[in-house]
């Protein structure tokens, strides 16, 4: 029978995601479409310590600062439009103040640091091919910040610059966390402004030097999140209003195919009951003392109390916190 769809076929994984696993979750704003899901279900995570990053060489810069703790100096921002900013960083970590842009990124990097040495899996969100160079140092930026595009290179990278460049960080990772796990994903939100052409090349790119990673590391692992989207969902009702990024309800679907691959039944279960504390909390009663909404607290804090008991590894405390107000 004719399904009128182009579904994709996914296989469970050996290597599951579990509420007893950390995971640090670096890349493109698809990368936080899908951390910040797995953060308000609870999970140990940690997701763009140093916020959106699109190209993979900037992706890994980012990771070897983790690895090496390695903090930053004054020296190391630039000043323009009255803002201190960090080539390495995303903008919500500039400020008109130095110390505190500093303060901002120092604290981020020792916490994200410190989780990342404990981190069972990686995963790692390619978004474009396309770099751009800083004239003056010579380094791949992760954020031009606004700067005039005439102090930068554009420039795109090959197959083997990416290939080569991510065998000498998974061999690395691998002497420091030979049990981590790798989960490359590539992003489905296109690039138009480099053109419909330039942008599946970029993508095309990125694809090649993924398998090629994932064919020479076992512990590198695909999912298709660009294929789903491209394929399963080609239809413009699951894309928002610019029709380039994928709607809430295609998100919603990609995860629950995520779900199915990296996730145990009982995951998925523990999920669904946090998910009803969290949508619990949404509800803003106008008189907080009526009878009935102190009932309904009192049901929900021993929800959380045998959830506490059940689950001892589940950090419910603002939870617990908002129900007794």
Not at 26 to 55: A, H, Q, W
Not at 175 to 204: C, E, Q, Y
Not at 314 to 323: C, G, S, T
């Amino acid at each position: 029978m004719n399904t009128f769809r182009t579904q994709i076929d996914l296989k469970p994984s050996k290597n599951k995601i579990s509420y007893a696993s950390s995971g640090m979750l670096i890349g493109s704003c698809f990368t936080e479409n899908i951390g910040r899901r797995m953060e308000k279900l609870k999970m140990p995570v940690d997701v763009n310590p140093f916020g959106n990053i699109y190209n993979p060489i900037s992706l890994k810069n980012s990771i070897e600062i983790l690895l090496k703790n390695n903090k930053k100096s004054e020296d190391d921002l630039f000043f323009s439009n009255g803002l201190w900013s960090s080539f390495y960083h995303h903008s919500s970590f500039s400020d008109a103040i130095a110390d505190n842009c500093l303060n901002a990124i120092n604290t981020r990097i020792e916490a994200s640091s410190t989780f990342f040495k404990k981190a069972e899996y990686l995963i790692l969100t390619f978004g474009t091919s396309w770099v751009y160079q800083y004239k003056k140092t010579g380094e791949i930026v992760s954020n031009c910040h606004k700067l005039p595009s005439s102090e930068f290179e554009r420039i795109r990278l090959n197959v083997d610059e990416i290939v080569v460049a991510y065998t000498s960080l998974l061999n690395e990772l691998a002497s420091v966390n030979p049990n981590l796990k790798i989960i490359f994903t590539l992003s489905p939100i296109r690039h138009w402004k480099d053109g419909a052409v330039d942008n599946m090349h970029s993508k095309a790119t990125l694809l090649v030097a993924i398998h090629k990673l994932c064919e020479n590391f076992s512990s590198a692992h695909y999912f298709p999140a660009y294929e789903i989207m491209m394929d399963d969902l080609r239809d413009y009702r699951f894309y928002e209003e610019d029709m380039m990024h994928p709607s809430s309800l295609a998100v919603k679907y990609i995860w629950e195919k995520f779900s199915d691959v990296f996730f145990e039944k009982h995951t998925i279960l523990l999920q669904k009951e946090i998910d009803e504390i969290v949508r619990a909390m949404r509800h803003r009663p106008i008189n907080p003392e009526l009878n009935p909404l102190k009932i309904f607290r009192q049901t929900m804090l021993q929800k959380i109390s045998e959830m506490e008991k059940n689950h001892p590894f589940l950090n419910l405390k603002n939870e617990k916190n908002f129900f007794q107000i």
